[in-house]
């Protein structure tokens, strides 16, 4: 199975596209702990922060991993000498930025998309079932 999916060009493009949001992500970390504390410790400190508020949000909790997301920034800034209080705020502001790009999205699809909840899971599933019966070997 895995060669007949290697062999396909979505998959090459799932992995480029999966890497770009990594990436992407790692840039929106860094630029703002460059501009929130220091070019130098941003450098240092980014991909950790990154891996840490990404494992935070495997810890069942709050939706949208609020509260244990903080914590896990919290505790990877104070490693590198920002003061808790400091962290936790900064690890506030930064999930309140992603979580405010999120909500924005979101209402760009209900209300100017006019797409509801039950369309959008027929189009998932329509979408799945085109890509299961493509899939199919012959």
Not at 39 to 45: E, V
Not at 46 to 72: D, N, R, V
Request: aromatic letters at 16%; proline letters at 3%; charged letters at 15%.
């Amino acid at each position: 199975h895995f060669t007949t999916c290697a062999r396909s060009s979505k998959i090459w493009q799932a992995l480029f596209f999966g890497a770009l949001t990594w990436l992407s992500s790692f840039l929106s970390v860094y630029v703002f702990l460059a501009m929130a504390v220091d070019a130098d410790l941003a450098k240092r400190a980014a991909l950790e922060f990154l891996a840490a508020t990404s494992l935070a949000y495997m810890i069942p909790g709050l939706p949208g991993g609020i509260g244990i997301y903080e914590a896990a920034g919290a505790f990877v800034l104070k490693r590198w000498g920002i003061p808790y209080d400091q962290g936790l705020l900064l690890s506030a502001a930064f999930h309140v930025a992603q979580l405010a790009f999120a909500l924005l999205g979101t209402f760009i699809l209900i209300f100017f998309e006019k797409v509801n909840f039950t369309q959008f899971k027929a189009e998932i599933i329509r979408y799945k079932n085109k890509l299961n019966t493509s899939a199919a070997p012959e």
